[in-house]
């Protein structure tokens, strides 16, 4: 069959226990059709566990506002989040900004997903994993992210922020 694509006007806030179960990453997408960010997860309930597999979140854009910026064009993760066989690409965060396609303030296990052609305009094209943070990636593919600053996959914060790479290609 063919793809389909929800096509997001504001981002989605996942705020509770949650499983999203998509038919395939190369089956259904949720797009922020490059206006707005795609999921914030766990902003006011950081205790929520949520699981997505089998999507692609794409197209999600920031613009970020000096002097702080933003963060998250994909995804924003406050929460316990598990992304499984998924794709994270295509988001970007334009002048200011971590996390283009996922910034991760929370606990994140990215398992058999590929993280591609993300943007962040600071640091962390690909993946932003912030101090206090831990991030586990298995069996994932990282290609074509990139930054304007450090970390085009990958950006861990130089403070107690914790990644852990498995069998993975960057």
């Keep these: 069959g063919t793809a389909d694509t929800i096509t997001l006007a504001s981002q ?6 949650l499983t999203i179960e998509g ?4 089956m259904i997408a949720i797009s922020g059709n490059n206006l707005t960010g795609v999921l914030s997860i766990g902003a006011s309930v950081p205790a929520s566990i949520v699981t997505i597999s089998g999507l692609t979140v794409r197209d999600g854009r920031r613009i970020g506002v000096l002097p702080s910026g933003d963060f998250g064009a994909g995804i924003r993760n406050y929460a316990n989040l598990t992304i499984l066989n998924s794709a994270i690409s295509n988001n970007s965060i334009i002048t200011a900004g971590l996390g283009g396609g996922i910034a991760n303030i929370g606990n994140l296990t990215l398992t058999n997903s590929t993280i591609s ?5 600071t640091e962390g094209g690909g993946l932003s994993n912030s101090s206090g ?3 586990t990636i298995t069996n994932c ?3 074509g992210n990139s930054t304007g600053g450090g970390g085009g996959a990958i950006f861990n914060n130089t403070g107690a922020g914790a990644v852990t790479i ?3 290609t960057i």
Excluded: E, L, V
């Excluded at 989605?12 to 226990?17: H, M, V």
């Excluded at 038919?23 to 190369?26: I, V």
């Excluded at 052609?117 to 305009?121: A, W």
């Design 166 to 168: 498995r069998n993975s």
């Design 133 to 135: 943070a831990s991030a």
């Design 141 to 143: 593919t990282f290609s």
């Design 117 to 121: 052609g993300n943007f962040s305009q």
């Design 12 to 17: 989605i806030t996942i705020d509770k226990n």
């Design 23 to 26: 038919t395939g990453a190369d």
